[in-house]
């Protein structure tokens, strides 16, 4: 199975900062990634697929790079709407399997 | 617009049965893969099962294998996933996601496992 390794696990920033949570794969898997957000009492929603493509009708304050084992997930000018969990998970072979997630709180 | 809804979930004695259903609509169904993704009570995100799309291949994680079936009737545009056997662990809100990236999600619908 692919382990899928998110950190940090929580962090807390200001309103207007720039945020970076990575995700690396025990073994390659191509850009078969994506990012999902998961607010309190509701259901993830996908932010990014293939690595680095934008959900329709996601903000572009979102993105995300990387290709093999290594990706980052971006939030830009982060604002308090941007308040949970976030959470990476791996499509490129079954089991499919998620990161431990990303909660990310405003100061 | 793509929608997914869930239903069927209920409390259940341990060693009980529960068929989960998952109702599309918006796209055309018979092109994607639906998946079943569960959520303890404040943990994370578990993949639980897929069911592919033109293929009709089912693929299971391991802590359900045997327990847990998918079927797909195309004509509803509706997966269902049958659970037997079930057990406290399987206590969690359940999801269904269209497609290998999970692109969309329904509400979810609660499976509480206990005596």
């Known amino acids: 199975d692919i382990q899928m390794t998110q950190s940090p696990s929580s962090l807390s920033a200001y309103v207007g900062d720039r945020v970076t949570i990575t995700c690396r794969a025990s073994?390659?898997?191509?850009?078969?990634l994506a990012w999902f957000q998961q607010k309190p009492g509701k259901a993830p929603k996908c932010l990014i697929y293939t690595a680095s493509s934008l959900q329709t009708g996601v903000p572009s304050k979102f993105s995300g790079s990387g290709s093999g084992t290594d990706f980052i997930l971006t939030i830009n000018s982060l604002q308090p709407e941007d308040s949970a969990t976030y959470y990476c998970q791996q499509y490129n072979s079954y089991p499919l399997t998620f990161g431990g997630g990303t909660k990310v709180e405003i100061k | 617009e793509v929608q997914l809804l869930e239903s069927g979930g209920n409390l259940v004695q341990p060693g009980g049965s529960l068929r989960l259903s998952c109702a599309a609509s918006g796209f055309t169904f018979s092109s994607y893969a639906i998946n079943w993704v569960r959520q303890a009570p404040g943990k994370g995100l578990e993949w639980v099962s897929t069911?592919?799309?033109?293929?009709?291949?089912?693929y299971y994680a391991e802590s359900v294998k045997g327990r847990f079936t998918l079927s797909r009737d195309n004509s509803q545009n509706t997966v269902y996933l049958q659970m037997n056997n079930l057990r406290a662990e399987d206590t969690a809100m359940y999801y269904c996601?269209?497609?290998?990236?999970?692109?969309?999600w329904g509400q979810g619908t609660l499976v509480t496992v206990s005596s």
């Open positions: 073994q390659g898997i191509s850009n078969n």
């Open positions: 996601a269209r497609g290998s990236n999970g692109d969309y």
């Open positions: 069911f592919s799309a033109r293929a009709a291949n089912t």
